[in-house]
């Protein structure tokens, strides 16, 4: 049981380059959440989804895009990376509906330069 | 929106001293967790409130909700180096699924 994984753990991108990070999770959870972790900002959510094939905005979605085609898999898009999207950024998921933790990755750390 | 605001934004202990971290919410929480994070890695799942009142312990921290559920407290009794890490809370923000965690406290234990 793998938990909550995501690839890569470390990247490195230009300006204006494309890449996606891919979250997947072994535990059957409905819910699937991208965050960005920042010096002094904490966690902020990114995008989340609450089952396969939906997607929802959380507090800072601009710049970054997000699909859920498998219930196990949860990508997060940058389609033209900005130095100001260098940041760790964490990849959770929880059961679904109702009072439960989130089970998070162990984070991916881009530079964008 | 809701906000929540921890403090003290850092704190430097020696070994076998009790601390206490408080989280307060802008608007009532709908569920309140704490988690801790080590540096450099993911967030672990300490406790989950939910009532008003609600107090909850696991070895040697305790985790309590205010009765009108907008602060909670996280206490660490005879802290030990083990203990030192970033610890940050986090809650449904009104009740939409779209989680909010505080700033964080960083933690650190002296030996």
């Known amino acids: 049981n793998a938990g909550v994984t995501q690839t890569p753990k470390f990247r490195v991108l230009k300006t204006g380059q494309s890449m996606t990070l891919l979250c997947a999770q072994d535990?059957?959870?409905?819910?699937m959440y991208w965050y960005r972790q920042d010096p002094g900002m904490g966690l902020r959510l990114i995008h989340y989804?609450?089952?396969?094939?939906?997607?929802a905005k959380g507090e800072v979605p601009d710049g970054y895009n997000v699909s859920r085609l498998k219930k196990q898999n949860f990508l997060l898009g940058l389609e033209s990376a900005a130095p100001s999207q260098t940041s760790v950024y964490f990849c959770?998921?929880?059961?679904?509906?109702?009072?439960?933790?989130?089970?998070f990755g162990p984070g991916t750390r881009l530079t964008v330069l | 929106s809701q906000e929540l605001e921890q403090s003290p934004q850092s704190l430097i202990v020696q070994e076998g001293k009790n601390l206490t971290i408080n989280c307060t919410s802008s608007?009532?929480?709908?569920?309140l967790y704490w988690y801790k994070q080590k540096y450099g890695e993911g967030l672990i799942f300490l406790m989950m409130?939910?009532?008003?009142?609600e107090e909850k312990s696991h070895e040697k921290i305790t985790a309590k909700l205010d009765e009108k559920k907008q602060q909670s407290s996280l206490h660490i009794t005879a802290s030990q180096p083990s203990h030192a890490g970033i610890y940050l809370c986090?809650?449904?923000?009104?009740?939409?699924?779209?989680?909010?965690f505080g700033t964080g406290t960083r933690l650190k234990v002296l030996a």
């Open positions: 989804s609450v089952g396969e094939g939906t997607t």
């Open positions: 608007k009532t929480l709908y569920g």
């Open positions: 959770a998921s929880s059961y679904g509906e109702g009072y439960n933790e989130q089970f």
């Open positions: 535990m059957n959870h409905e819910y």
């Open positions: 409130l939910q009532k008003g009142g």
């Open positions: 986090g809650a449904d923000n009104s009740g939409t699924y779209k989680y909010i």
